[in-house]
């Protein structure tokens, strides 16, 4: 009897559709046009706590360091703190790499991922410029059958959420100069 | 013309086809994202079809015999047996937690699988398509590989900074050896007896002495990198960049880069095709393949494949 009530409280536990996880990577990829040159949206981005002036959901940031090696620090508004380092800059194709590493153990409220790599990259476009955020990041979760609130698909809306208001707001910044 | 010479003529002809046509490699190509692969007739470089498997594959084995493919699926905790004949999938297998990295015994018998949670090996028989085995290795065990005779597994432990030499047969630990940070792909070169561990964090190659058990040799490559793939021909190796979304050409005997050539978005698995002529990049943010023509180092073709090309092992079919 207490075996079927365990094995019945594991169906229920078990989240519905949720697909199981592997060592398998999350992909992302967001896009917007500005309307900027893109040598201005480049400087602009490469002032690397600029994103608090537009992104709703960072409250603080500081930064050490320009250019590689360059580390910020994002205050969520949720009271999380997220470490970033550029870890790639390739100015001539205006594309700049942050990589994210979540120390072990720790599991980020709202965003549970262990580690994300973003390319950031600003192209010429007909109305200014084209600024896409793309790349990777993987659960924090290590095993089949995640909790409900550490799916791939948790991680991988919140990661979009973070990005498309970075990139909302870019847009707003300028566009409302 | 005398019949029987005219006869003579057809048969000849006729076997020259059949030879063609079984010369033709495939490539099957794991999307990672659409739980699918994508086999390419590489004589035209054309998808010749795309087959359902499990969810999330990744890792992939031709066998020897190129009777078969088998396809590790981590989502869905089973191997794919895939038919080179029918392009089908013929039977399922189900194996540990999260099955990645796989190799084969060279008599086919028997298929090795790295399990990237349960830090454990399964030995599967492929004629019973039992697991006959496992055996402990080290913490996220992500790549594997086997001597020639068959005897040794090496095995890259992506958390513990480690390569182990484990026996095959008996799961003891013969050797461990400290790589760089967070080492990946494994890649034998019997004709040195060698072993080429590619380092994602630090960024760097190192070559182990399989006799000696030994690191006798380090370089550099790119952001992210993968896989190595052998070109014995010209005595290059190549090297997934997948944050760099290049190919590292490095000399096989002076470690010294040669050349950079930029494929397409996160390549990740790399094969050299059986004629030597082509290398074969599988692009996972893409979802497409990059064919390099070996002698000149330029891109000849791009492939569309599937969403989250990843194509994790000996891919085209040997």
Same mark, same amino acid.
């Given at each position: ?177 | ?41 590489? +004589?035209?470089?054309?998808?010749? $079809?795309?087959?359902? &498997?499990?969810? =999330?594959?990744?890792?992939? @084995?031709?066998?020897? !015999? ?78 594997? +590989?086997?001597?020639?005779?068959? $005897?040794?597994?090496? &095995?890259?432990? =992506?958390?513990?900074?480690? @390569?182990?030499?484990? !026996? ?91 050349? =950079? ?58």
């Amino acid at each position: 009897m207490k075996f079927l009530k365990l094995s019945l409280l594991s169906i229920l536990l078990t989240p519905a559709l949720a697909s199981a996880h592997g060592p398998t990577p999350l992909k992302f990829d967001l896009e917007i046009e500005v309307n900027a040159s893109p040598d201005e949206v480049w400087a602009v981005v490469n002032n690397l706590c600029s994103v608090k002036d537009w992104n709703e959901s960072i409250t603080e940031c500081s930064s050490t360091g320009e250019g590689l090696g360059a580390f910020r620090e994002l205050t969520l508004d949720n009271g999380e703190v997220l470490k970033e380092e550029v870890t790639k800059v390739q100015a001539d194709r205006k594309r700049m790499l942050t990589t994210l590493k979540v120390e072990e153990g720790r599991v980020i409220k709202g965003m549970p991922i262990r580690s994300m790599g973003s390319f950031l990259s600003v192209a010429e476009s007909s109305s200014g410029s084209k600024v896409k955020i793309r790349g990777t990041a993987y659960s924090s979760f290590e095993g089949k059958s995640p909790p409900p609130d550490r799916t791939d698909s948790v991680c991988k809306a919140a990661v979009e959420a973070l990005h498309t208001k970075t990139l909302n707001g870019l847009k707003a910044s300028f566009e409302s100069k | 013309m005398d019949s029987r010479f005219k006869d003579f003529l057809y048969v000849l002809a006729f076997w020259a086809l059949a030879n063609s046509a079984l010369a033709q490699n495939l490539a099957f190509i794991t999307n990672q994202l659409e739980n699918t692969v994508s086999v390419i007739n590489t +004589a035209n470089k054309s998808v010749i $079809k795309t087959i359902k &498997v499990g969810i =999330k594959p990744a890792g992939v @084995v031709a066998s020897f !015999d190129n009777k078969y493919v088998y396809v590790s699926n981590p989502g869905n905790q089973e191997i794919s047996i895939i038919d080179t004949n029918s392009l089908e999938v013929i039977k399922t297998i189900k194996v540990g937690q999260a099955p990645l990295a796989m190799t084969l015994s060279h008599d086919n018998k028997k298929l090795f699988i790295a399990d990237w949670f349960m830090d454990t090996v399964f030995t599967v028989n492929t004629q019973s398509l039992k697991v006959e085995n496992e055996f402990p290795v080290g913490d996220a065990p992500s790549g594997i +590989a086997i001597s020639n005779d068959d $005897k040794i597994l090496f &095995v890259a432990n =992506k958390k513990d900074n480690a @390569v182990l030499f484990v !026996d095959s047969a008996s799961g003891e630990i013969l050797a461990d050896i400290k790589v760089g940070k967070a080492p990946f792909g494994i890649t034998p070169d019997y004709d040195k007896q060698r072993l080429y561990v590619v380092n994602v964090q630090s960024e760097d190659v190192y070559v182990i002495d399989i006799k000696m058990a030994k690191v006798i040799n380090t370089f550099p490559v790119d952001t992210f990198p993968y896989i190595v793939s052998i070109d014995k021909t010209n005595n290059h190796l190549f090297v997934t960049n997948k944050r760099d979304s290049s190919v590292s050409v490095v000399d096989r005997t002076s470690f010294k880069e040669i050349k =950079k050539i930029y494929v397409g978005e996160m390549p990740e698995g790399i094969n050299i095709h059986p004629d030597g002529k082509s290398i074969y990049v599988a692009n996972w943010f893409d979802g497409t393949v990059t064919v390099i023509d070996t002698k000149t180092l330029e891109v000849t073709d791009t492939i569309k494949t599937g969403e989250g090309s990843r194509a994790y092992g000996q891919f085209i079919s040997r």
